[in-house]
């Protein structure tokens, strides 16, 4: 019997991928295609190999910017993706969402990430407060 191989084709990009709700790490929520992929921040070990790297990036379209957001954004996903590999990066990354990309990877300390979580919580009905509430406290005024 031959074995047949299967061959890996660009529209394979995430078929693989596991849900959003089953990433393992908190980050920057980014649509690609037909799939929503989780940015989380760098880990230290990623920081450190690519950290002169990031240093030098320019946000330009030159091979070395390029080659920097690819890298990124692998060592990112792949804490949320592990079977993910960089030639699936290199597809699903453009110049339409390169700087994307690369601010939700240098989400360093969470702030982009916590902001779309509170506009989440915005979104949802305020707890209604007493009429003769003081409004500095919430408590019931009492009078003097």
């Known amino acids: 019997m031959s074995k047949q191989k ?9 078929a693989d991928l596991p ?7 908190k980050g920057v929520p980014i649509e690609l295609g037909d799939k929503t992929f989780i940015f989380p921040p760098l880990n230290l070990g990623a ?4 950290q002169e790297r990031l240093q030098n990036f320019s946000a330009d379209t030159s091979p070395e910017s390029i080659s920097v957001v690819i890298d990124a954004a692998l060592a990112s996903l792949v804490r949320n993706y592990p079977e993910i590999t ?3 990066i290199v ?3 453009d110049l339409g969402n390169m700087l994307e990309i690369f601010q939700a990877v240098m989400d360093i300390s ?4 916590k902001a779309l979580e ?19 406290t919430g408590e019931n005024s009492t009078p003097i």
């Not at 299967?6 to 995430?14: E, G, I, L, M, Q």
């Not at 849900?19 to 790490?25: D, I, K, L, S």
């Not at 969470?110 to 990430?113: A, E, S, T």
């Not at 509170?118 to 500095?136: F, G, I, R, Y």
């Open 6 to 14: 299967k061959s890996a084709s660009p529209s394979r990009v995430s």
């Open 19 to 25: 849900a959003p709700h089953m990433v393992r790490f």
């Open 47 to 50: 920081l450190e190999q690519l």
């Open 86 to 88: 960089r030639a699936e």
């Open 91 to 93: 597809e699903i990354i």
């Open 110 to 113: 969470g702030l982009r990430r």
């Open 118 to 136: 509170n506009l989440d919580k915005e979104n949802q009905p305020a707890p209604e407060v007493a009429a003769d509430a003081d409004p500095s």
